[in-house]
């Protein structure tokens, strides 16, 4: 279905909102309807990638903390995960991280969090430089474990979807 054959799709997404792709496609109202819809599409093909990499870093965290301690050691009231005698046990959870520094595995964590956030709270991620981001989500995955990197590299449709941009906002052919 064509998202601009809907006239009331503005209204029922607020002004505010559609206003961004309104502003983007040069106020051509079919344009920025389209923009939306693939918008939602391009933020739905990022949740597979995203869930693999939170499981995956969270159980590798887990397992690297709770060397030696129990399975609450969170609980523990010295324990502090960037605390510098704790970098090491941090550091073990990415057993592939290779020549990466600490401090780019960070960068890349935190682009990955506040992304997430953005498609979480549905805002525009069009502009957002969705193929670095698709890099850092397989990168981070391969720094747990190569296999991890694969099936996301392998399984995710993010690429797809990319590809599809020019003729769903040409042709409102999206899908949710």
Same mark, same amino acid.
């Given at each position: 279905?064509?998202?601009?054959?809907?006239p009331n799709?503005p209204?029922?997404?607020?002004?505010?909102?559609?206003a961004?792709?309104?502003?983007?496609?040069?106020?051509?109202?079919?344009?920025?309807?389209?923009?939306y819809?693939?918008?939602?599409?391009l933020t739905?093909?990022f949740?597979?990638p995203i869930?693999?990499?939170e499981?995956v870093?969270?159980?590798?965290v887990?397992?690297?903390?709770?060397m030696?301690?129990a399975?609450?050691?969170?609980?523990?009231?010295?324990?502090r995960?960037?605390? %510098?005698? #704790?970098?090491?046990?941090? =550091?073990?959870a *990415?057993?592939?991280?290779?020549? &990466?520094? $600490?401090?780019?595995l960070?960068?890349?964590l935190?682009d990955?969090?506040?992304? %997430?956030n #953005?498609?979480a709270?549905? =805002?525009?991620? *069009?502009?957002?430089p969705i193929? &670095?981001? $698709?890099?850092?989500l397989?990168?981070?995955?391969?720094y747990?474990?190569?296999e991890?990197a #694969?099936l996301?590299?392998?399984?995710?449709r993010?690429?797809q979807?990319?590809a &599809?941009?020019?003729e769903?906002?040409?042709?409102?052919?999206?899908?949710?």
């Open positions: 279905m064509d998202p601009s054959a809907l799709l209204s029922l997404l607020s002004e505010p909102r559609f961004t792709y309104l502003d983007h496609c040069e106020g051509h109202a079919d344009h920025a309807a389209r923009l819809v693939w918008n939602v599409e739905a093909a949740w597979g869930s693999i990499v499981v870093v969270r159980n590798s887990h397992d690297a903390m709770r030696n301690r399975d609450d050691w969170w609980n523990l009231p010295t324990v995960l960037m605390r %510098r005698e #704790r970098q090491p046990r941090v =550091e073990k *990415f057993p592939f991280l290779g020549g &990466r520094r $600490r401090k780019q960070h960068r890349e935190d990955v969090r506040r992304f %997430r #953005r498609l709270h549905h =805002e525009p991620i *069009f502009r957002a193929e &670095r981001l $698709r890099d850092d397989i990168g981070i995955a391969g747990v474990h190569p991890a #694969r996301i590299s392998e399984c995710q993010i690429d979807v990319l &599809r941009k020019h769903a906002i040409r042709r409102g052919k999206s899908s949710l």
